[in-house]
Nanobody
Framework: QVQLVESGGGVVQAGGSLRLSCAAS????????MAWFRQAPGKEIESVAA????????YFADSVKGRFTISRDNDKKMVVLQMNSAKPEDKAIYYC??????????????????WGQGIQVTVSS
């Protein structure tokens, strides 16, 4: 069973930076597209960013464009979300996701097969 383990969450001041990491635990598993989603209290889950296998294609939600970056280390089966210029509206539970079938850097949750347990990010103003 593939497990995605997120780390790096916590509290960040508005305008500050935070780095979220996610690694796939299963040695035999090759994660293709990897992505981050988030869910704020009382809201539906929304896409944040995604990246293809070689990193040549990326996707960013309009709300984070220019502030967040996404990268990956395939040797470590890891994806990293660098959050810069944090805003109070970035407060949410962040979920890592990966697909075993598609390499499209998709913002659709339907494209992903495995999900992490979620990690809390709080932005203090």
């Amino acid at each position: 069973q593939v497990q995605l383990v997120e780390s790096g969450g916590g509290v960040v001041q508005a305008g500050g930076s935070l780095r979220l990491s996610c690694a796939a635990s299963e040695r035999s598993f090759t994660p293709l597209a990897m992505a981050w989603f988030r869910q704020a209290p009382g809201k539906e889950i929304e896409s944040v960013a995604a990246i293809s296998w070689m990193g040549s294609n990326t996707y960013f939600a309009d709300s984070v464009k220019g502030r967040f970056t996404i990268s990956r280390d395939n040797d470590k089966k890891m994806v990293v979300l660098q959050m810069n210029s944090a805003k109070p509206e970035d407060k949410a539970i962040y979920y890592c996701a990966t697909s075993q079938n598609t390499n499209n850097a998709s913002g659709s949750s339907r494209a992903y097969d495995y999900w992490g347990q979620g990690i809390q990010v709080t932005v203090s103003s």
